[in-house]
């Protein structure tokens, strides 16, 4: 999974709590990215970081929130977990010198709101 | 809007078969395209990328092909094996003319499965 580690791997969490998932990568790329994916859908983004304490919304931002204070670490918070966001949410870092723009995606973490 | 369409959406197999999968796009301007593997319980994992200027890339028993003018591309797995069950996402990039995300859409994917 190209250096990138994903934490908690499985949460199962009731609405109305806060939930901060982590992604750490070790490759030191500019940019990470935050997806969920869900059955019927392809992956959607959430929210993306082109730098530390650069970030900007994806087209599913909507009661989501991100911080990326070290370069190695992108946080995905949920304010307030509904059971909409009930989904595997994955973390992609790319590498700002590639000229295919490719990313690399981390194992996932599965996120149950009850 | 952006869209891929990948068909079939499921598909089983006998272990040695070979099979095609199919992905159709609307992306446009077209800067790339990527088939990802995402194999149970992990993230999608890149099998090839191509640019609007090549047809055909392999790696191992995968060839990707892509026709730009008729904005398709296809999958073929040669000599079908158990490892080959997972999920295929077709990925097309929209070249960028500014900052933002990369232009990523995302099919839904063709599940297949392989049986002994």
């Known amino acids: 999974d190209a250096g990138i580690t994903q934490s908690p791997r499985h949460k199962v969490t009731e609405t109305g709590t806060p939930v901060t998932l982590r992604c750490h990568q070790t490759?030191?790329?500019?940019?990470m990215y935050w997806y969920r994916q869900d059955p019927g859908h392809g992956l959607r983004l959430i929210h993306y970081?082109?730098?530390?304490?650069?970030?900007d919304k994806g087209e599913v931002s909507d009661g989501y929130s991100v911080s990326r204070s070290k370069t190695e670490d992108f946080l995905l918070t949920l304010e307030s977990a509904t059971s909409s966001q009930t989904s595997v949410y994955f973390c992609?870092?790319?590498?700002?010198?590639?000229?295919?723009?490719?990313?690399?995606f981390g194992p996932g973490t599965r996120l149950t709101v009850l | 809007k952006n869209q891929v369409e990948q068909s079939p959406q499921s598909l089983i197999i006998l272990e040695g078969k070979n099979c095609t999968l199919q992905?159709?796009?609307?992306?446009?301007?077209?800067?790339?395209l990527r088939w990802y593997k995402q194999d149970t319980g992990r993230g999608p994992v890149s099998l090839t990328i191509?640019?609007?200027?090549?047809n055909t890339k392999s790696n191992g028993r995968y060839t990707a092909t892509l026709d730009a003018d008729t904005k398709q591309s296809s999958l073929h797995i040669t000599a079908s094996q158990l490892s080959d069950s997972a999920s295929y996402i077709c990925?097309?990039?929209?070249?960028?003319?500014?900052?933002?995300?990369?232009?990523?859409?995302f099919g839904k994917g063709t599940h297949l499965i392989i049986q002994p």
């Open positions: 992609a870092i790319r590498d700002a010198s590639d000229n295919y723009n490719e990313q690399f």
């Open positions: 490759e030191n790329h500019r940019y």
């Open positions: 970081s082109y730098g530390v304490k650069d970030t």
């Open positions: 992905c159709n796009y609307t992306v446009s301007p077209f800067s790339n």
């Open positions: 191509m640019t609007f200027s090549e």
């Open positions: 990925v097309v990039r929209a070249r960028l003319t500014g900052g933002g995300a990369d232009g990523l859409t």
